[in-house]
């Protein structure tokens, strides 16, 4: 006997929200009323050595559910996120993929934390017609992934020049570039490209490439060959345990001129790797706490209020992949009930809609190309200031 689909699908959904409350596996939010809550899948690196990334993606989005929720969800029906931990490879995300979608029935997923993880876990998600917005992906190729992959994250072609235009700001007389990567991940190897086209537009030297694996603790061998050709600008792109390490011991080899982190530096918590030699690093930035819009000042006084510090890009770039599904389900949702409608259809109306959208999120407003790339006006640089001590720092915005 053939069983009505919808009935199936919505108490598949049931079971699945049922069982996340008591489940220690799929991580849920409490607060609230969750029997019928919307579930919206978060897929970050909450373990390993990535979670010094995702570990700001979890306070973003789990500020975003309560800040929509507050307003009344999805008019009238909370969401509820449901994270699970992708670590740090490709396997993990590929595993907290498959549960999102299969035992958690989410709508859509927010995440992976890498472009690395995304090249693997993202087509599992678009096979299955689930949307994914990777929420800081930023390597070439993303979007292109599927019709179901798009981004909050601006890509690093457009990020990443400008903390080399505020390099040259900050000191006209560079000439040498000495560039590092971390040759066994997918947007460090995007972004070197960046970054070396960026160097020869601009007329510079580029001296040396030198690589590294994010696994790396020691970088003598290489920190000693480039200094010998002594740049006046280094520029690393890797994550971040990799990244502060390599930024500390340039300086401990004596180092003095500017160094450019990429991406994958940009959280404080590098600030215990390299301490005060973390001192005066460049980072481009998609994302900027002094933005005007109402929905950061919102989201900016929830995160100090907890955090005790401005928020950082990867918590900002979390809630807005949080408020585009949100937003693009309350459009959804006014027709016909989103918990009426069959799982798999909600989830190619979701991706159709939330393609057509206009946000106003902490990024500023944004919207998507139909592929499912990020358009985007404004970026930023900040310089990391330490406290004397080393102990602790903050990003400064230049002007
Ligand atoms: C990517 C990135 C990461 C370094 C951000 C967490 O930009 O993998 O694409």
Do not use: H
């Given at each position: 006997?053939?069983?009505?689909?919808?009935?199936?699908?919505?108490?598949?959904?049931?079971?699945?929200?049922?069982?996340?409350?008591?489940?220690?596996?799929?991580?849920?939010?409490?607060?609230?009323?969750?029997?019928?809550?919307?579930?919206?899948?978060i897929g970050v690196a909450?373990?390993?050595?990535?979670?010094?990334?995702?570990?700001?993606?979890?306070?973003?989005?789990?500020?975003?559910?309560?800040?929509?929720n507050d307003k009344g969800g999805i008019n009238g029906t909370p969401i509820k996120l449901v994270f699970q931990d992708t670590a740090g490879d490709e396997a993990g995300a590929i595993n907290a993929f498959q549960t999102l979608i299969t035992q958690n029935k989410v709508v859509g997923i927010v995440g992976p934390t890498l472009s690395q993880q995304a090249f693997g876990a993202s087509?599992?998600?678009?096979?299955?017609?689930?949307?994914?917005?990777?929420?800081?992906?930023?390597?070439?190729?993303?979007?292109?992934?599927?019709?179901?992959?798009?981004?909050?994250?601006?890509?690093?072609?457009?990020?990443?020049?400008?903390?080399?235009?505020?390099?040259?700001?900050?000191?006209?007389?560079i000439k040498k570039v000495?560039?590092?990567?971390?040759?066994?991940?997918?947007?460090?190897?995007?972004?070197?490209?960046?970054?070396?086209?960026?160097?020869?537009?601009?007329?510079?030297?580029?001296?040396t490439i030198q690589k590294f694996q994010t696994t790396d603790t020691d970088f003598q061998t290489q920190a000693t060959a480039a200094l010998n050709l002594k740049p006046d600008l280094v520029i690393i792109s890797g994550l971040a345990a990799d990244g502060?390490?390599?930024?500390?011991?340039?300086?401990?080899?004596?180092?003095?001129?500017?160094?450019i982190g990429g991406n994958g530096l940009n959280t404080s918590n590098i600030f215990p790797v390299c301490k005060q030699l973390c001192d005066g690093l460049l980072i481009a930035q998609a994302y900027n706490p002094e933005q005007p819009g109402e929905v950061n000042k919102a989201f900016r006084e929830a995160y100090v209020a907890?955090?005790?510090?401005?928020?950082?890009?990867?918590s900002a770039q979390a809630f807005a992949g949080v408020q585009v599904f949100v937003e693009a389900l309350q459009a959804l949702d006014k027709p016909t009930k989103v918990a009426q409608q069959p799982l798999p259809d909600l989830r190619v109306a979701l991706n159709q809609q939330l393609l057509k959208g206009k946000y106003n999120t902490p990024l500023g407003e944004?919207?998507?190309?139909?592929?499912?790339?990020?358009?985007?006006?404004e970026f930023y640089v900040a310089q990391i200031k330490m406290n004397p001590d080393g102990g602790d720092g903050k990003f400064t915005f230049l002007k």
């Open positions: 006997m053939k069983m009505n689909r919808r009935l199936i699908l919505w108490s598949g959904l049931a079971i699945a929200l049922a069982s996340c409350s008591t489940s220690n596996s799929g991580s849920t939010s409490a607060g609230g009323d969750t029997a019928n809550a919307i579930p919206i899948g909450q373990t390993s050595n990535v979670a010094l990334l995702g570990q700001e993606q979890v306070a973003g989005a789990r500020i975003a559910e309560k800040y929509f087509p599992i998600a678009d096979r299955a017609k689930v949307p994914v917005i990777g929420p800081s992906n930023t390597a070439k190729g993303i979007p292109q992934i599927g019709e179901f992959v798009s981004r909050v994250s601006a890509p690093v072609s457009v990020v990443a020049p400008n903390s080399v235009a505020a390099a040259l700001k900050l000191n006209p007389n000495a560039v590092f990567f971390a040759q066994n991940d997918a947007f460090s190897k995007s972004e070197t490209e960046i970054f070396q086209q960026t160097v020869k537009d601009r007329k510079l030297d580029l001296v502060g390490n390599l930024v500390r011991q340039l300086r401990e080899l004596g180092y003095q001129g500017l160094i907890q955090y005790k510090k401005q928020p950082p890009q990867f944004i919207s998507f190309t139909p592929a499912g790339e990020i358009n985007q006006k």
